[in-house]
Each structure stands twice: as C-alpha cells, then as structure tokens.
C-alpha cells in the first residue's frame, strides 16, 4: 500500500488527457490561425516523438537519422501530389508507403552495425538520403521547390480553411501513431518489448524473438514518420533537403523531448512534447542558450533520472495514466 | 593471535534473490581454509564480496585489522587481497607476460618476482611472449594464478581453479598450494571437489544455503559427517 | 590522365587528415567500445580555442596548438572520469545520450561566444607551399606534412598501445575492466588516461584542420561523420585500417568532385555504404 489514495489523481490525469484530446480535436472552431499552425507541429512532432520512443526507448535502437523518413515523407508527398498529379489526400497515405518501403534498405544496412555504433551509422545513411534527395532536378535540387498552388489549393481555397484542413490530418496522423502504437504496445508483441527495456538479456533467454521485434519496430515508425513529413510540407508549403531532412527539428529536438519527457514510457513522450514547446515559446528568443538549457537538461535526466520527468512523476503514482500492461485493474 | 581477515555477519544478496549469509569466518596467515558446499551454496558469492564484487552485500569484512567493507575492487587488491577468478578471467589480447606484469606491477613488492613464477611454472616461461588465448586451459590456469601471486598478496582467494582441467594438471596446482601457504600468505580455496580442497586444508567451512552448517579442521573431521552437512542431511 | 593522377594524389593526401579526426575515434571504439557523438564538435572546439589563443597572444599556430595539448589531455581526463565514465557499462542509451547533449551544447556554446562566422587560422604562408613534382602533380607542403604527421600519430598510438607499460594496461582493461580492478588496476582511472590521449589526438587534428579547411561551429557532426566511416571501414579498432579507410573516403571525394562539386560529399557516403555492405567488419578487423 504504497499510494493508498492517489489512485484520484491517475484518474484526473486520464480525464485531463481525453479532454485534451476533445479540445484538441475541435481546436480550429475555437482558436486563431497562428494558434492552429502551433498545434499542428505539436502535433506532427509528438507523432515523431512516439516513434523515436518506441524504438530508442523499447527496442534499443537508438537511432540519430529518423529524420531521413520525415524528408522521404516529404518528398514523396510532393512527388505524387505536384509531379505525379495524384489527388492529394491519396498521395499523404502514399508517402507513408513510400517511407516503409524505403526503410527495408536502410535496415539492411544500419543492423548490421552493433548497436552501439548503430546510432552514427544511421546519421549516415540520412545525410546519404538528404544528399541524394539534393540530386533530384524535378524537386529543385538542393535549392528544393515550393508546392504548386493548385495542390495547395486542394485543401482549401482560404487560408483559415486550409490551416484547419491540415490541422485535422495532422491530429488524424497523431491520433493514429499514438493509438496504433498503444495497441502494439498492449499486445503480446508489447510484452515482449517491455521485457526487452527492462532486460534484454533475460527477454532472450526466455524466448523473446529480439531481431524480429528491432525488425517490427523499425518498419512499424518508418510510415508514421512518413507521414509526419507529408504534413510538415503540407504547412511549410516546400521542399528542401536541408529543411525537409532536418535533423535539429526531427531528430535533434526530438531526442531532447523523449529523454527530458521520460523514455520508455508511453506518457514521456507527450509530456516532453509538452514542455519543449511551452520551452520553445518562452525561451526561443535567448537564441543559442536554449539549445544549450535543452542539452544540460538531457544529460542531467540521464544521470539524475533516467526515466526523466514522468519517472518522477510516476514515483509518486500508483498507476500508469495510460496503461499499457493488460491488467484491467490497479490493485495494491 | 589475530586473524589476516575476519568476517562477521556477512550477507549478499542479487535484487530479491538472497545468495549468502549471514556467515562469520576468519583465515590466519600461512593457514590454508577450504570452503565447501554444493551448486548455489554461496561459495562464489563469499568471494566475490570479499573482494567488493558482490551486487549488494551487508555485514564487516576486516583485512589485517582494518575495515575493508566499503572499499573499491581496486583497493582491496593493493590492499594485498588478491582473488583467482573463476574462469581464470586472463585478459585475452595480452601476452603471458603481460598478464603477469599487470599483476606485478599493481602489486606489492615480496617473494614473488618473475624468476618465481617461471621457475614454479617452467611451461610459461617458455611461452611468454605467446597472447594467452594460444595456451591450454592448464597454462592459462598458471597464467592467472602467476597472476595472483606476483602482486604478493597477504591472502590469495582461488575460486574453482581445478574446473575443466585434467587430473594431473590439478595434481600439479594443488602441490603448489601448501608451497604458498608456507610463504606465510593466508589462502582461501574454494572447489567442488571436496577429496581435493580437504586434502590440502588446515581448516574448512561448509557452506549451505548461504549459511555455515559445519566447520572445523579435516584431520578431526568424519568424512561421512562432512558428506552429510555438504548435502544437508 | 596526369588530372586524374593528381586528385588522387590529393585525395590520398586529404585522406590523412580525415585518417587524424578518425584515430582519437578509433581509440575509444577499441578501448571503450563506445562512439562519442561530439567527437567532432570537441575537434571544432579545439579549433576555436587555437584561433582565440593566436587572437589573444599573437603566436603561431604550431605554438598555439602545442600549447592545447596538454589542456586537451586534462580535458579528456576529466570528461571521462566525471562524466562519461558514469553512464558506461549501463547499456548503449546512456552514453550516446550524454555524448549527443554534449554535442548540442558545444556547437551552441561556440554559436554563442564565436557567431555563426567560417573560419580559418593562418599558417603563416606555410599552407600555401607546393611541391610539384612533374606529370601535372602538384602536392600541398601543407597536406603533405599533415599526411606525414597522421602516420607519425599512427606509429606513436601503435607503439604506446603495444610496446609500453601503459598500452598493456588499456588493453587489459579494455579487454575486461572488472578484472582489472580485481587484479588492483583501477579501470576508470585507465579509461580515463586513455580518454586524455584522445583528447591529444583531437587537438593536433584541431590544429592542422584550422590551418588547412574552414569550420565554424557546427562543422562538427561531418567531422564525425567522416571519422566514423574511417573507423568502420578500417576495421573497428585497427589504427592501421582507420588510416587506410581515411584515404579511401578523401579518394572517394575528390573524385566525385571530378563528377561536379556537389558530388564530392555524396560519393565519399556512397563509397562507404558499398564497402560496409560488402564487409561490415571492415577491411583490417582485430577481433
């Protein structure tokens, strides 16, 4: 009996949480343009989050070139919507497409490397893919190329409709990465995963098939990723190497996220994203020395508490707000 | 007279799984102890919490009257403890001497130089410029205890040094033994093979289920007293 | 013909300079068994402090740089001892963790102090000597001394690790630090040693990177970048191989600068790619 009387509070958070989720989902009836653009990377950024988690925080792989899908994302969106004249809400689901089928190749080679090294190894491979993607005329080459208008034109006619349109697929897109992997994680497969943060020597002795759970993971982010950089263009408008494969706003920013919010866990991430952003609005304009905050802030988790700010917080709880383990219950 | 390590109320213990204890002993100098006990008794986790290697251990550890509980592995072996780790544990990409000179050098000067331990172990001395992989696992056992001796401890820990060698082999370690003890150093042997370790022992402790069930000296003892605490009887 | 003969020669010659960002990186792959992510931020750190030193004392190059060494070794020491060599042996999350944050703090921090400007030391008209040596070869005075000076460093690391007392002390606690502390020998504090040669390493290729290219900040991440390709091509550990596997990428680049310039980066990834697939172990393994 360890928190005998707390059990109100995991229910207020879970309240709170689907409240947020309503709000959220009516967000463009209630709120100004600017506002709605806010939210909309929030939320594309929490999707990245969530995959960045599963497998850093899950699946030890700890990558540092995601954000390679993010680009390929976005690029095959602009593929298929500007060159290809496909119908645009088709070619966002076939960018996702587009991302899995890239990352059967990036997986041959990045585990072969041992985790350890893995991390540089796929920051190779990404900025590999950010160079190449520099190669392609039909997309600007390394200058990139805005989306024609008749393709942005598909979401809405006025700009207030547009931002709505593109708000709702990114709350679509969010809302998907973060049921679908509560599912997975809720899953014989997630018991597996549990058991392999926790030990992952152990979780290999007692049967669990660890490479076809790095394989699973692996594949299963490379299409939210995807489309997270579908959405990302949809509201940046263009493409271009160095912005669309951006490692400080998918990866970089990312990281510091899921590590200050709590990794492995399934509310770290979105309490990271959270507080990076109430950080990013009051801090950004000291420049440089937000990075830095961010930095020193990581390392301390790691040292101090590594399962960062919701460890501390699920300390003094006697149950997971979003509960991933199958019992119906809390029983003390 | 006092003892060269006195132990008293020592536990050990892995997250839930309680390994050892609470057991109290003592080793003299020039004395050889034996502990004894079946798979899971405890023996390998009295050494390693001797030498502060233990998961999370409880109770006093004191070397030549001085409390060693608390301090680093690294420590405990300058102090003059030195542990033969089961497996032998030599360090794969160094040459024989090499894996003798880094026991020497972090050592403490006495009887034990080089010329020792080659004359000891003439099967090394011509092998010292080999890397250790190359040897046989009886070499490679003379490699570590040469290892062991060279830092010129007060008390030498050997841990299971007869595991998967052939009889004579053993036969051979186990003739060098008393040699070392009559160099004054204190020698704490632990080994399945009772007959062996006994032979060689001036006392013994029998260990099970982590705690001391019998002790005494071999000579007085009844082997059939001694079969029946090992298995708990 | 001679063309193509000469961008060779010159990016063998390159290659010895990637081969230097890529020994201190080998060094820990081998010892520690782990990637610092901000080993290239902490070259471009030491790239700056020998611009601030010259700035401030009005001396060489060579002299500022000589006078980084010893900071460099203390500076490695320490960052192992009371940092890096708390989150070792905990798995591989931790440590790449502390390094990436390291990494954001020290590009940011010389954002801060230095701006966002390129950069470049002056060699004192050293760095524009060449040699020519017929057949439409020209070679740089400057990157034939720093090649020089990489298989020197080769040399020196090879000797330390293999030949003296000290060597046989990392590799044994490289082998197994548990064991080295139960035969006496403190394993952080040789991780740490082995930390502050790093260190060394990193600034003598600070010193002649300064010289010789332009950085400013964030120019670490392609250091490391191309360090690693150099370690992994070479053979994780093998100083030998991370020499051959830098000359291998500065080849790979000047020739895909033949192609156009915008070539140059992509063909050097791609060379690396080709070989890790045909040998992921890399072309001299140790182990």
């Known amino acids: 009996m360890q928190h005998p009387n707390r059990l109100w509070i995991v229910y207020l958070a879970r309240a709170a949480l689907f409240a947020a989720a309503v709000v959220m989902a009516v967000a463009p009836m209630l709120l100004a343009t600017r506002d709605i653009a ?65 990352a059967l190749p990036v997986m041959v080679i990045i585990f072969r490397l041992r985790t350890a090294y893995l991390a540089v190894g796929s920051w190779v491979v990404a900025e590999t893919i950010m160079l190449a993607a520099g190669k392609l005329s039909a997309f600007g080459g ?64 007692v049967g669990v098939n660890l490479i076809g759970l790095r394989v ?73 020395w937000h990075f830095i905050i961010l930095g020193v802030l990581s390392i301390a988790v790691v040292l101090i508490e590594p399962r960062g700010l919701w460890g501390l917080v699920r300390r003094l709880l006697p149950a997971d707000v979003i509960p991933i383990s199958r019992r119906r219950r809390v029983r003390r | 007279m006092d003892a060269l390590l006195d132990i008293t109320d020592l536990s050990v ?53 001085e409390d060693i509980t608390a301090r680093t592995t690294a420590q405990i072996a ?51 410029t080999l890397h250790v992989r190359h040897l046989s696992g009886g070499q490679q056992q003379m490699v570590a205890l040469g290892r062991g001796l060279l830092a010129n401890p007060k008390l030498l820990l050997c841990d299971e040094i007869s595991l998967g060698l052939a009889p004579v082999v053993i036969a051979d370690l186990y003739r060098i033994i008393p040699e070392i003890r009559d160099r004054g150093i204190g020698i704490v042997i632990v080994e399945q093979d009772i007959t062996r370790s006994l032979a060689v022992a001036d006392r013994f402790y029998c260990l099970l289920e982590g705690r001391v069930n019998l002790s005494g000296r071999p000579t007085n003892t009844n082997r059939d007293e001694v079969a029946r605490h090992y298995f708990g009887m | 013909m001679g063309e193509l003969a000469n961008q060779i020669v010159q990016g063998v010659l390159v290659g010895g300079l990637y081969a230097m960002y890529a020994m201190g990186l080998s060094l820990s792959v081998g010892v520690m068994r782990f990637v610092n992510i901000a080993h290239g931020d902490l070259i471009v750190l030491f790239s700056f402090l020998i611009l601030a030193l010259i700035h401030a004392t009005g001396i060489g190059a060579l002299p500022a740089t000589l006078m980084t060494l010893p900071i460099a070794f203390v500076g490695g020491y320490f960052l192992q001892r009371f940092l890096l060599q708390r989150v070792l042996g905990q798995g591989v999350l931790p440590i790449i963790l502390v390094t990436f944050g390291l990494s954001i703090i020290i590009q940011n921090g010389l954002l801060g102090t230095f701006g966002a400007d390129t950069r470049r030391v002056s060699g004192g008209g050293f760095e524009t000597a060449t040699l020519r040596i017929g057949g439409g070869i020209n070679i740089g005075v400057l990157p034939l001394t720093i090649f020089i000076v990489a298989i020197l460093m080769v040399l020196a690391l090879d000797w330390l690790l293999y030949r003296t007392r000290l060597g046989a002390r990392i590799r044994a606690v490289s082998d197994d630090p548990a064991t080295a502390n139960l035969v006496g020998l403190p394993s952080a504090r040789v991780y740490a040693t082995a930390m502050g040669i790093v260190g060394v390493t990193i600034a003598i290729s600070a010193g002649f990177m300064s010289i010789w290219t332009n950085f400013d900040p964030t120019a670490g991440p392609s250091r490391l970048l191309i360090a690693f390709e150099a370690v992994v091509l070479g053979g994780l550990g093998s100083l030998w191989g991370t020499l051959v596997g830098g000359i291998i990428l500065g080849v790979a680049q000047a020739l895909g600068a033949q192609i156009d310039v915008s070539w140059q980066l992509l063909a050097g990834h791609i060379v690396f790619l080709v070989i890790f697939l045909a040998r992921p172990e890399g072309l001299f393994p140790k182990y």
Not at chain 2, 93 to 117: P, Y
């Open chain 1, 38 to 102: 806010i939210l909309t990377e929030f939320l594309s950024l929490l999707t990245i989050a969530i995959m960045w988690n599963l497998l850093a925080g899950y699946a030890d792989i700890v990558s540092v070139g995601q954000h390679a899908f993010v680009g390929v994302g976005a690029y095959a969106l602009f593929g298929f919507a500007a060159i290809a004249h496909v119908d645009p809400y088709l070619a966002i689901p076939l960018s996702a497409l587009v991302a899995l089928v890239v």
């Open chain 1, 142 to 205: 390394g200058s990139g190329i805005s989306l024609p208008v008749s393709v942005v034109r598909g979401f809405g006619s006025r700009v207030t409709e547009r931002y709505a349109t593109i708000y709702w697929i990114a709350f679509a897109v969010a809302a998907l990465a973060l049921v679908a992997t509560w599912l997975l994680m809720r899953s014989r497969i997630g018991l597996g995963l549990t058991a392999m943060r926790d030990n992952e020597e152990g979780a290999g002795v």
């Open chain 1, 216 to 288: 699973l993971c692996f594949l299963w982010t490379a299409p939210f990723l995807g489309l997270a950089g579908a959405v990302i263009t949809l509201q940046k408008l263009r493409v271009s190497p160095p912005a669309s494969f951006s490692i400080i706003d998918w990866t970089v920013y990312v990281i510091f996220i899921v590590v200050i919010g709590g990794i492995g866990s399934f509310e770290g991430p979105i309490i990271g994203t959270v507080v990076f952003f109430l950080i990013r609005e009051y801090l950004s304009e000291i420049g440089v």
């Open chain 2, 13 to 65: 213990s892995y997250g839930p799984f309680h390994a050892l204890g609470p057991v109290s002993l003592t080793v003299g100098a020039g004395e050889i102890v034996s502990i004894i006990g079946a798979n899971g008794a405890g023996k390998s986790s009295l050494m390693k919490a001797i030498v502060g290697q233990a998961g999370r251990s409880e109770g006093k550890i004191v070397f030549e009257g």
């Open chain 2, 78 to 128: 300058r102090a003059g403890i030195a542990l033969v780790p089961e497996g032998r544990r030599l360090f794969p990409s160094l040459t024989v001497e090499e894996n003798l000179r880094i026991g020497w050098e972090v050592g403490r000067q006495g009887a034990f130089g080089f010329d020792e331990i080659y004359a000891l172990f003439p099967a090394l001395a011509e092998r010292r």
